[in-house]
């Protein structure tokens, strides 16, 4: 009898430890390649400039959607390092709460287009 319920409390716990561990923004960027391939397609730049606050450019990337006055809560921001161990590229990544629950918005400034990238998870 015992068995069962220490079996029971073991799964529990792990379950409950993996839980509290999760990260939205690593789990985002671990299902990327290691070619860039991730960021292809069509993406609409956002001009503002480079020394634009992150919380700007968030707005800019979630106002894309075709609302206006897009309501969002910044829960964290972080630099992240995306792509193969040789050619490790900056990113922004910022976790962001919504009023269809959290996204993760991953931004970057392009120098030689003078805009940013973005791209909404």
Request: net charge positive.
């Amino acid at each position: 009898m015992k068995t069962p319920t220490v079996f029971l409390l073991v799964v529990f716990i792990s379950g409950c430890a993996s839980a509290s561990d999760r990260d939205p923004i690593k789990a985002v960027v671990a299902g990327f390649d290691n070619y860039g391939e991730w960021q292809n397609g069509i993406f609409s730049p956002i001009l503002l400039p480079e020394s634009a606050k992150p919380e700007e450019v968030i707005r800019e990337a979630l106002n894309r959607s075709g609302r206006k006055d897009f309501q969002f809560q910044v829960l964290e921001i972080r630099k992240i390092k995306v792509g193969s161990i040789g050619a490790r590229v900056d990113y922004m990544a910022a976790r962001v709460k919504i009023k269809s629950g959290e996204k993760v918005v991953l931004f970057r400034y392009f120098v030689e287009e003078s805009s940013w990238w973005s791209r909404i998870y």
